[in-house]
């Protein structure tokens, strides 16, 4: 994101109400659907753009456009203002925005840790080897208030080191973040793949925390933490039910495919430029990340219940509102039931 959620509420309010008068139905059962994706080119978004590659939208029958936005926060406003019907991102986004007064809700979970890594610098490698060593350092996260920024506090928290001891730095994702690192404005970070691939092949960063596994999850947050998400609002869930199935059918394809086929298989069919001129590292990053992944698009209960114990230590949002957060509303597995058993 680009500025705090917090700040950015009534922005949000703002551009909710300038949609009001707008017709429900649109992008409904015969429009087009616009959804946002959080950085399309990231791996931990690859079952979007997969699915319209493999044209398994178009099989549904839905006419989809993905358009890309790295800041969050702007995601969330054009989902509330109408102007998207859905959002590829992070699942804490639906928590956050509840306590807002905004129901929204992930219909479709494609996984349930984070695809992220903390990268230190190799120059910095021997002295930063754990978030017991971040203070008085400089960490790199996407921007104030994202879903990186949040784990990054969690991460020093977890050690003992509160935010005033490190000092958080706005470095985006890909070429901004290896910029960060190698101009020295960040000594560690958190990115994902394929910038990850890239900082490894060229020997610029360590990997010191690795939450593309399960057990790296676990071990650096202490339980999952669903993350890559397909989220709405809940009333057009409600309006558009058929229109909802035939989007969740069409990403569990996609996660399925993820499932069955080889990282240079996925690699092949996505667009050339997704690889940034390098395809044997773009399949490297595929291949490091594909294990992120679910197969049947359904939300791990105990997974939720830790994003909100993170948030909750982390979102100025969600701070002493904890009790308050109704979780069952910020997801569902109505429609991924409805896709059918796994050959």
Known sequence: MSIRRSALFAL??????????????????????TII?????????????????????KEEGLE??????????????????????????????????????????????????PGEVEVVSTAKAETIKSPADFKGKKLGFTSPGSSTDFLTQYLALRHGIPTSQYTGV?????????AALDQGSIDAGMTTDPTVAQLLSTGKAKVMLDMRTEDGTKAALGGLYPASALYMNCDYVALHKPVVQKLVNALVKGLRF??????EDIAAKMPADFGGGNPAIYVKAIHDSKSMFNADGRMSKEGAQNVLEVLSHC????????????????????FVDKVGVTP
């Not at 993820?258 to 990282?263: C, G, K, L, N, T």
């Open 12 to 33: 949000v309010l703002l551009a909710a109400s300038a949609a009001g008068c707008r017709d429900s139905r649109r992008g409904g059962d015969k429009g087009p659907l």
């Open 37 to 57: 994706v959080g950085g399309i080119d990231k791996v931990i978004y690859l079952p979007a753009k997969l699915s319209e590659q493999l044209g398994y939208f």
């Open 64 to 113: 989809v456009r993905l358009l890309s936005e790295q800041a969050g926060a702007t995601a969330e406003i054009s989902l509330i203002a109408g102007d998207a019907q859905g959002v590829v991102g992070f699942y804490d986004h639906t928590i956050d925005l509840q306590t807002k007064g905004k129901c929204i809700t992930s219909v479709v979970q494609m996984a349930n840790i």
């Open 170 to 178: 706005k470095a985006g994702a890909g070429s901004t973040f290896i």
């Open 258 to 263: 993820i499932r069955d086929h080889a990282a």
């Open 315 to 334: 979102s100025p949002s969600v701070k002493g509102k904890r009790n308050y957060i109704d979780l069952a509303k910020t997801y569902t597995t109505e």
